[in-house]
């Protein structure tokens, strides 16, 4: 069994920072991609960032330049700093791993449960 568990949010005045990390636990052989991706209320789930086993990062357009994703893969841990928060990263962030449990079975997709990240404006 797989699990992700993501801390770090909380509330943050617009223009503040937080770093939000994501353990990923359990039966794990390799780790591919790991990335976050955030809720606002009324809107669909979208992808902020991902990083690959080979450190190839990609972000939404909304966050270049002030968010930065990172992994320890001693720690199978991930992260996300994210500066210069505004009003509009309101949302629920969720992380996100591609992985392989086993060497013979194929990779699968597991998400966290999810922390809030409210920005005041």
């Known amino acids: 069994q797989v699990q992700l568990v993501e801390s770090g949010g909380g509330l943050v005045q617009a223009g503040g920072s937080l770093r939000l990390s994501c353990l990923v636990s359990?039966?794990?052989?390799?780790?591919?991609?790991m990335g976050w991706y955030r809720q606002a209320p009324g809107k669909q789930r979208e992808s902020v960032a991902l990083?690959?086993?080979?450190?190839?990062?990609t972000y939404a357009d909304s966050v270049k330049g002030r968010f930065t994703i990172s992994r320890d893969n001693a720690k199978n841990t991930v992260y996300l700093q994210m500066n210069s928060l505004r009003p509009e990263d309101t949302a629920v962030y969720y992380c996100n791993a591609r992985l392989r449990t086993t060497t013979w079975v194929a990779p699968s997709e597991h998400w966290g449960q999810g922390t809030q990240v409210t920005v005041s404006s």
């Open positions: 990083i690959t086993d080979g450190d190839i990062t």
């Open positions: 359990g039966s794990i052989f390799s780790i591919h991609v």
